[in-house]
């Protein structure tokens, strides 16, 4: 059964500062994809990471996914207020899109 | 853009009850899927399906139905709404297991 382990589950920042997300998955996978929530609002999608070694960036945040230890990160430079949301990130595996599971979550809140 | 929508942003029923949640998403997208999120639990899936009139079982399927009679639409019936089936609904669609799946603003039940 395929495990997703978000950490941290809590993230406050202050603005200026870089901190990062870690996304670690219990079997083998090669796509992961990164979402963002905020509050009372639905999911919307931030990156797709389909290979080992992939990198994306939008903005101040980095994804990337490293498939021989399981691993994704979500970084994040010169945190804004902005930023403020939850952050999930999702693993699928298998060919077919249902089989995607999602972690908790990082609340994350930047002050400034 | 892609749009996914859901019938209702607010839902409130009756123990007992039966209960559809509406879903009609616009870019002939292959895959949709229901989803429910629950505070610290993330979000799990319920049924997914890959095409008219096909379904697959997530992993919370219990007490759940659902119907795919045309492409764009996908329903979620609660065929005897109960209290613990309180939650926030989420419906995506995708185009396949290499792109990211787009989600509806989410419908909050209450069953009372």
Redesign the interface.
Known sequence: ELKVEQNPLFLSMQEGKNYTIYCNYSTTSDRLYWYRQDPGKSLESLFVLLSNGAVKQEGRLMASLDTKARLSTLHITAAVHDLSATYFCAVGYGGSQGNLIFGKGTKLSVKP | DVKVTQSSRYLVKRTGEKVFLECVQDMDHE?M?W?RQDP??????IY?S?DVKMK?K?DIPEGYSVSREKKERFSLILESASTNQTSMY?C?S?A???????????TRLTVV
Do not use: I, K, P, V
């Open positions: 895959n899927f989803y610290g639990l993330g979000l799990r899936l997914f890959y697959e997530g989420l995506a995708g396949g297991a290499t792109t990211e799946a787009f989600f509806g603003q989410g």
